[in-house]
Antibody, heavy 119, light 108 residues
């Protein structure tokens, strides 16, 4: 069974940093592209970042470019999101999501971890 | 950035009725790069449709997708009780990838 479990969320002050992790199981993690998507409470979905399966190709939303860094450790079946210079509008549930093996779409999602940026 | 505009914002329908949801892009999106998701309260989104019209694994055939260029449609042929939810389109054609703002399908 495919499972994605996020961790690392919490309360952080504006300007602070946080590192999110996503532990993957039940599939060959190194073969799949991965993404982070966030959702502010009561709001819509916002794509945050993408990382290709086996190389350093990454993409970011304009709103996080220069502040967030996506990475992965295929040996540990883990996806990460390093978030620096956090702002109050970064407050959201952060989901990791797997890309389809064939085609474009996010076929498995974690349950999300809540990041709250507040003083 | 490609902006996706979904309409209507809310759709009030009864079980058994047909639902038609629209997603309009600010510039052309290649068909293989358009997907639809369903999200219920307190749950993560679920992939319904990818490549404009291909159903994801386990998605019932009452869900259908169509469209091209800047205009895409998600159709639910006969609404079941479990279909009342929020639906999002997403494009992967051009980074940054973007979601529409969502359409809520509610019970009338």
């Amino acid at each position: 069974e495919v499972q994605l479990v996020e961790s690392g969320g919490g309360l952080v002050q504006p300007g602070g940093s946080l590192r999110l992790s996503c532990a993957a199981s039940g599939f060959s993690f190194s073969s799949y592209e991965m993404n982070w998507v966030r959702q502010a409470p009561g709001k819509g979905l916002e794509w945050v970042s993408y990382i290709k399966s086996s190389d350093s190709t990454v993409y970011y939303a304009d709103s996080v470019t220069g502040r967030f860094t996506i990475s992965r450790d295929n040996a540990k079946n883990s996806l990460y999101l390093q978030m620096n210079s956090l702002r109050t509008d970064d407050t959201a549930f952060y989901y990791c999501a797997r890309g389809l093996s064939s085609g474009w779409g996010l076929d498995y999602w974690g349950q999300g971890t809540l990041v709250t940026v507040s003083s | 950035e490609i902006v996706l505009t979904q309409s209507p914002g809310t759709l009030s329908l009864s079980p058994g009725e047909r639902a038609t949801l629209s997603c309009t892009a600010s510039q052309s999106v290649r068909s293989k790069y358009l997907a639809w998701y369903q999200q219920k309260p307190g749950q993560a989104p679920r992939l319904l449709i990818y490549g404009t019209s291909s159903r994801a694994t386990g998605i019932p055939d009452r869900f259908g997708g169509s469209g091209s260029g800047t205009d895409f449609t998600l159709t639910i042929s006969r609404l079941e009780s479990e279909d009342f939810a929020v639906y999002y389109c997403q494009q992967y054609d051009t980074s940054p990838w973007t979601f529409g703002q969502g359409t809520k399908v509610e019970i009338k």
